[in-house]
């Protein structure tokens, strides 16, 4: 490990103009790309404390021994000449996006004397124009099997090609009008290459002009009485507007544009690409990257266009390209694009209509990309295996983690604080064990305090079930402390838990396992549940061999202590900070910092992330409740019907706080005492606080529907 000051250029020789700048390691190979608008200050920034730096900046910096650097003149030569060093030297700290499958394209391969139609994959040539990229291959023929009715350019190889001139007979598809059949002279090569271009013309999206040329021959035809031309030039109307439904206008202006879409998390980030031509989806591709490098949103578009835009010219870099962040210096990009189409390129977030509703539908792959990346890696036994193994021996456990539970906390500014416990079991979710509870011991936001409360109670009432289905019992008349398995003291003395008694149903919020209620979606059983004597799932009773917080050092203490304070000693606990995914151990000072590509990693972040999920939503569903609550709900025997026709009656609930007892008993079906008791619920109830719109600061009144705007 290369100490940075040994190598650190002196102050004085840094310039302080734009550049490129190049760390290379003891091998004198490139590790690490980058370019800045100030040399000097850019550099000066990976020579500070290297506690300061982010982990992976400081171990690149760590295993580089020396620094060089280039000058240009401007920003713009300085982004060209970052894109053509990552290409060449391939340094293994800048972030590199491959893409996740060959992407086909439809091909016209207009250097050639006749040009031909064909799906392509791979790099790209010189003098062929290219159309996409699309999904799937079959996509392409189907398109192009409706448009060679009307454009009916050559398709087949140079060796077929050769042997129909040599025998003077045409393949199949010249037989059958699909092919104008320039190889037996049909066509000569510039009637050939005249069509070729129309079929260019036509794909790149100057559709109205073929199909009105051809309606007009068609009733030309028509009137000439050439009923069989008139036939044949409809169902090429036809088979032009079926191949052209086959990507459904999503811009009404006939926009030529790319949008991007990323998703990202500490250590991968999915990049989705929705290339829209004439107002039409073409094609659609995607990459995912290993986040080998400190960088931003920003920083990941500014890769994006590179690596999508490096090696392209004239119309394949399109008029407007939409970002969901623009890069550190907009301007600079703008202009290496439109050097690279030739004109004017505009970058830019979309901000409202269709093209931000797209590009939500952009970032929507992008996050399902992400996902199913990881999914694929979950799924996998072997990886599994590997993962739990990893994580055994990172934290020194005897054996392979094959239950673990994660916890959470969740809340919204110290309002509506709630907690959360997933279970994976071999690395995959249980999710019919999944539990949520609601934070009762206190009021406020201390995320330290009610990680605490939550092992505290979920333990508490796992040895409550191991007490009362026998697993756990006193030795006989004991002359000294009463024995216990290891990992379990004997119980408290008799009276009340704090929590209550095993079966209330508070302790879990509403989740279902303890309320009665119908199972939701998000926790359905995945098998079937151990039962007990009495036909009850054994709620709480089989405990984990690793216990995960989401959080640092102080949330992993407060873990510890809840565990210690039940006599538990027999079950690991770590925590995974989110910043840096750093694991934390108890009565340890420094992190366990696991590999980035460590499959061990990769779990231990799936499982947080679910514990995350599965807390907000409870959080986010137990705010709207209480936000949607009414001082109407405690008023005895007034049901949902009449509520509605109170509300519909005043217009709104301010309204109807406002009346008089005589007012309310003039809405049909409300009697003296109910409105009565209305009045009363309404004058005991405090009056509530304002909704604000935290985006904007302003305070959201009720509407005349009686709901907030």
Known sequence: MADPSSYRPKPGQIPDSPGVYKFRDEHRRVIYVGKAKNLRQRLANYFQDLAGLHPRTRTMVTTAASVEWTVVSTEVEALQLEYSWIKEYDPRFNVKYRDDKSYPYLAVTLNEEFPRVQVMRGAKKKGVRYFGPYGHAWAIRETVDLMLRVFPVRTCSAGVFKNAERTGRPCLLGYIGKCSAPCVGRLSPEEHRDLAEEFCDFMAGRTGT??????????????????????????????????????????????????????????????????????????????????VEAVDTAGLVEHALQQLYGEETGDSVPKEVLVPALPEDPEAVSQWLAGRRGSQVSLRIPQRGDKKDLMTTVQRNAQQALGLHKTKRASDLTTRSRALEEIAEALGLDTAPLRVECFDISHLQGEDVVASMVVFEDGLARKSEYRRFQIKGFEGQDDVRSMHEVIGRRFKRYLQEKERTGEWEEAPAPTGPVPAPAGLVAPAPAGPAPDGPASAPDDLGHHAAATGAPVPPDTAPAREEPREDDGRPRRFAYPPQLVVVDGGQPQVAAAKRALDELGIDDIAVCGLAKRLEEVWLPD??????????????????????????????????????????????????????????????????????????????????????????????????????????????????????????
């Open 210 to 291: 073929y199909i009105r040329r051809l309606e007009k021959d068609m009733a030309q035809a028509a009137e000439e009485m050439e009923y069989e031309r008139a036939a044949r030039l409809r169902d090429d109307v036809g088979a032009l507007k079926r191949a052209m439904e086959k990507s459904a206008v999503v811009l009404a202006d006939a926009t030529d544009a790319d949008l991007i879409a990323v998703a990202e998390d500490e250590l991968e980030a999915a990049v989705q690409i929705f290339h829209v031509r004439g107002g039409r989806v073409r094609g659609q591709r995607g990459w995912v990257t290993d986040k």
């Open 588 to 709: 340890d000072d420094d992190p366990v910092v696991l590999p980035r590509s460590s499959e061990g990693l990769y779990l231990l972040q799936r499982i947080r992330d679910e514990a995350h999920r599965f807390a907000i939503t409870y959080q986010r569903a137990k705010r709207a409740k209480r936000i949607r609550s009414s001082p109407l709900d405690d008023v005895p025997g007034l049901g949902k019907t009449r509520k509605q026709a109170l509300i519909k009656h005043f217009g709104s609930v301010k309204k109807l706080r406002q009346a008089t007892i005589e007012e309310i008993c003039e809405v049909p079906g409300i009697g003296r005492r109910t409105a009565e008791s209305v009045a009363v619920a309404f004058a005991a109830a405090a009056p509530a606080a304002p909704a604000v719109n935290t985006a904007t600061g302003e305070i959201i009144e009720e509407d005349d529907g009686g709901s907030r705007t």
